[in-house]
Nanobody, 126 residues
Framework: QVQLVESGGGLVQAGGSLRLSCAAS????????MGWFRQAPEKEREFVAGIRWSGDSTYYADSVKGRFTISRDNAKNTVFLQMNSLKPEDTAIYYC???????????????????WGQGTQVTVSS
Protein backbone atom coordinates (compact mmCIF):
# COMPACT_ATOMS: atom_id res chain seq x y z
CA GLN A 1 0.00 0.00 0.00
CA VAL A 2 1.43 3.35 -1.04
CA GLN A 3 1.95 6.05 1.55
CA LEU A 4 1.51 9.69 0.62
CA VAL A 5 2.88 12.36 2.94
CA GLU A 6 2.04 16.01 2.34
CA SER A 7 3.99 18.98 3.62
CA GLY A 8 4.28 22.70 3.07
CA GLY A 9 0.96 23.95 4.37
CA GLY A 10 0.65 26.89 6.70
CA LEU A 11 -0.72 30.36 7.27
CA VAL A 12 -0.21 33.01 4.60
CA GLN A 13 -1.66 36.41 3.82
CA ALA A 14 -3.85 36.94 0.80
CA GLY A 15 -1.70 37.43 -2.29
CA GLY A 16 1.05 35.25 -0.90
CA SER A 17 2.42 31.91 -2.05
CA LEU A 18 2.91 28.41 -0.71
CA ARG A 19 4.41 25.29 -2.19
CA LEU A 20 2.96 21.95 -1.18
CA SER A 21 4.89 18.72 -1.54
CA CYS A 22 3.71 15.13 -1.49
CA ALA A 23 6.21 12.31 -1.13
CA ALA A 24 5.09 8.85 -2.21
CA SER A 25 6.50 5.54 -1.07
CA UNK A 26 7.17 2.61 -3.36
CA UNK A 27 8.66 2.09 -6.78
CA UNK A 28 5.66 2.63 -9.05
CA UNK A 29 5.27 6.38 -8.77
CA UNK A 30 6.01 6.96 -12.44
CA UNK A 31 3.03 4.97 -13.75
CA UNK A 32 0.31 6.72 -11.77
CA UNK A 33 -1.48 10.01 -12.23
CA MET A 34 -1.16 12.28 -9.22
CA GLY A 35 -3.58 14.91 -8.01
CA TRP A 36 -4.40 17.48 -5.39
CA PHE A 37 -7.80 17.94 -3.81
CA ARG A 38 -9.00 20.25 -1.07
CA GLN A 39 -11.79 20.36 1.44
CA ALA A 40 -12.95 23.51 3.18
CA PRO A 41 -15.04 23.44 6.35
CA GLU A 42 -18.61 22.30 5.69
CA LYS A 43 -17.87 21.80 2.00
CA GLU A 44 -17.32 18.73 -0.13
CA ARG A 45 -13.86 17.72 -1.23
CA GLU A 46 -13.05 19.20 -4.63
CA PHE A 47 -10.51 18.57 -7.35
CA VAL A 48 -7.75 21.17 -7.56
CA ALA A 49 -5.13 19.90 -10.00
CA GLY A 50 -3.87 16.72 -11.61
CA ILE A 51 -0.84 15.60 -13.55
CA ARG A 52 -0.69 12.65 -15.87
CA TRP A 53 1.62 9.75 -15.04
CA SER A 54 3.78 10.73 -18.04
CA GLY A 55 4.03 14.32 -16.83
CA ASP A 56 2.97 15.68 -20.21
CA SER A 57 -0.52 16.80 -19.26
CA THR A 58 -1.90 18.82 -16.38
CA TYR A 59 -5.45 19.76 -15.42
CA TYR A 60 -6.80 22.42 -13.12
CA ALA A 61 -10.03 23.47 -11.55
CA ASP A 62 -11.27 26.73 -13.01
CA SER A 63 -10.94 28.39 -9.61
CA VAL A 64 -7.16 27.93 -9.54
CA LYS A 65 -6.17 28.20 -13.21
CA GLY A 66 -3.41 30.72 -13.71
CA ARG A 67 -2.55 30.74 -10.00
CA PHE A 68 -1.61 27.15 -9.16
CA THR A 69 0.89 24.87 -10.88
CA ILE A 70 1.21 21.13 -10.39
CA SER A 71 4.46 19.36 -11.20
CA ARG A 72 6.20 16.11 -10.42
CA ASP A 73 9.73 14.88 -9.87
CA ASN A 74 9.72 11.19 -10.70
CA ALA A 75 13.29 10.74 -9.50
CA LYS A 76 12.18 11.81 -6.02
CA ASN A 77 8.70 10.26 -6.05
CA THR A 78 7.30 13.68 -5.28
CA VAL A 79 4.48 15.83 -6.62
CA PHE A 80 4.26 19.56 -5.97
CA LEU A 81 1.60 22.21 -5.95
CA GLN A 82 2.85 25.76 -6.31
CA MET A 83 0.15 28.13 -5.15
CA ASN A 84 0.45 31.83 -5.99
CA SER A 85 -1.88 34.79 -5.52
CA LEU A 86 -3.63 32.97 -2.73
CA LYS A 87 -7.10 34.04 -1.70
CA PRO A 88 -9.02 33.51 1.54
CA GLU A 89 -11.33 31.14 -0.34
CA ASP A 90 -8.33 28.85 -0.94
CA THR A 91 -8.35 28.05 2.77
CA ALA A 92 -8.81 24.28 3.14
CA ILE A 93 -7.13 21.02 3.94
CA TYR A 94 -5.20 19.96 0.86
CA TYR A 95 -4.89 16.28 0.04
CA CYS A 96 -2.50 14.51 -2.26
CA UNK A 97 -3.88 11.55 -4.20
CA UNK A 98 -2.62 8.80 -6.46
CA UNK A 99 -4.46 7.53 -9.49
CA UNK A 100 -6.71 4.53 -9.00
CA UNK A 101 -4.86 2.40 -11.55
CA UNK A 102 -1.61 2.61 -13.52
CA UNK A 103 -1.84 4.60 -16.74
CA UNK A 104 -5.40 5.72 -15.88
CA UNK A 105 -6.86 8.13 -18.45
CA UNK A 106 -8.95 10.30 -16.15
CA UNK A 107 -8.25 12.52 -13.18
CA UNK A 108 -11.08 14.99 -12.68
CA UNK A 109 -12.97 13.24 -9.89
CA UNK A 110 -12.29 11.62 -6.54
CA UNK A 111 -13.23 8.27 -8.07
CA UNK A 112 -10.20 8.52 -10.37
CA UNK A 113 -7.92 8.28 -7.36
CA UNK A 114 -7.40 5.37 -5.02
CA UNK A 115 -4.86 6.42 -2.41
CA TRP A 116 -4.87 9.54 -0.27
CA GLY A 117 -2.58 11.38 2.05
CA GLN A 118 -3.49 12.71 5.49
CA GLY A 119 -3.76 16.28 4.29
CA THR A 120 -2.07 19.56 5.09
CA GLN A 121 -3.83 22.70 6.27
CA VAL A 122 -3.61 25.87 4.19
CA THR A 123 -5.01 29.03 5.74
CA VAL A 124 -5.12 32.31 3.83
CA SER A 125 -5.86 35.41 5.87
CA SER A 126 -7.47 38.51 4.39
Amino acid sequence: QVQLVESGGGLVQAGGSLRLSCAASGRTFTIYNMGWFRQAPEKEREFVAGIRWSGDSTYYADSVKGRFTISRDNAKNTVFLQMNSLKPEDTAIYYCARGIRPYWDYMGASSDFGSWGQGTQVTVSS
